[in-house]
């Protein structure tokens, strides 16, 4: 049963990047921004090409993994307030993942984005965070909560 439990929690985490990157196609579309979150995220394989299916594995797979430790660390600490936590989560693991990438990638691989894009993807990643707060929530700590 645990193991199925955690199944359902990495599919919860990777189905909560969607929104995400909804936001962030939707800020670029009108001219904030200039990649989308999973267009960024295949950088880390391509280094200079961006590619919509490669982001969205790469973005799958550290969502399904960043909400099973999110999983993990609120059993052990409580799951009063999810939705903010996570969301805290998520801002500190956006900056994390743009001091890496920034450091590695950009501006040896590809151009110097504009400012636009520092915002577009914070506010994708506040998204994810409520995002993944809301379903662990539903799915998983609701006879915790109730």
């Not at 955690?6 to 009108?30: D, K, Q």
């Not at 950088?43 to 590619?51: C, S």
């Not at 400012?115 to 809301?134: E, K, M, Q, R």
Request: aromatic residues 14%; glycine residues 8%.
């Amino acid at each position: 049963m645990i193991q199925d439990k955690v199944i359902i929690i990495g599919l919860l985490g990777a189905l909560s990047t969607i929104p995400g990157e909804i936001a962030s196609r939707l800020l670029a579309y009108f001219g904030i921004g200039k990649f989308g979150i999973y267009e960024l995220a295949s950088f880390i394989i391509t280094l200079n090409r961006p590619v919509f299916i490669l982001g969205l594995i790469v973005d799958f797979l550290v969502g399904c993994v960043f909400a099973v430790l999110l999983y993990y660390i609120f059993e052990k600490l409580g799951s009063c307030h999810l939705v903010i936590k996570t969301t805290g989560c998520s801002l500190l693991a956006w900056l994390v993942c743009e001091l890496l990438f920034t450091a590695i990638i950009e501006g040896k691989y590809i151009s110097i984005r504009p400012i636009n894009d520092y915002y577009s993807h914070i506010f994708s990643a506040i998204i994810f965070g409520i995002t993944v707060g809301l379903l662990l929530k539903k799915f998983i700590f609701k006879k915790l909560n109730s």
